[in-house]
Nanobody
Framework: QVRLEESGGGLVQAGGSLRLSCAAS????????MGWYRQAPGKQRELVAV???????KFADSVKGRFTLSRDYAKNTVYLQMNSLRPEDTAVYYC???????????????WGQGTQVTVSS
């Protein structure tokens, strides 16, 4: 069973930093992409940081210059470094990964359970 386990969320003051991690495990043959979305109370889930097919990254306008996306391919882990956090960054952060469980199998999107990030003013 494929599993995505997130960690690193918590409560931080405005201006502070957090680093989220998401590790994929369980019968994985290959991963083509790993990234992050978030959902604030009363709002739809939105893209935060994802890799693009061209090898670069796409960030939400609101986090450009403050958040960094990185990946450890050997550990099947993706990280989101969040600096200069603002109260409006408060949300549940979800990682996703495009994973295949066999050589010939299709890739499906899998999601983590979410980790809460709360930024106080």
């Amino acid at each position: 069973q494929v599993r995505l386990e997130e960690s690193g969320g918590g409560l931080v003051q405005a201006g502070g930093s957090l680093r989220l991690s998401c590790a994929a495990s369980g019968g994985i043959f290959g991963i083509t992409a790993m990234g992050w979305y978030r959902q604030a109370p009363g709002k739809q889930r939105e893209l935060v940081a994802v890799p693009t097919s061209g090898g670069s990254e796409k960030f939400a306008d609101s986090v450009k210059g403050r958040f960094t996306l990185s990946r450890d391919y050997a550990k099947n882990t993706v990280y989101l470094q969040m600096n200069s956090l603002r109260p409006e960054d408060t949300a549940v952060y979800y990682c996703y990964a495009e994973i295949s469980t066999s050589r010939s199998g299709p890739y499906y999107n899998y999601w983590g359970q979410g980790t809460q990030v709360t930024v106080s003013s």
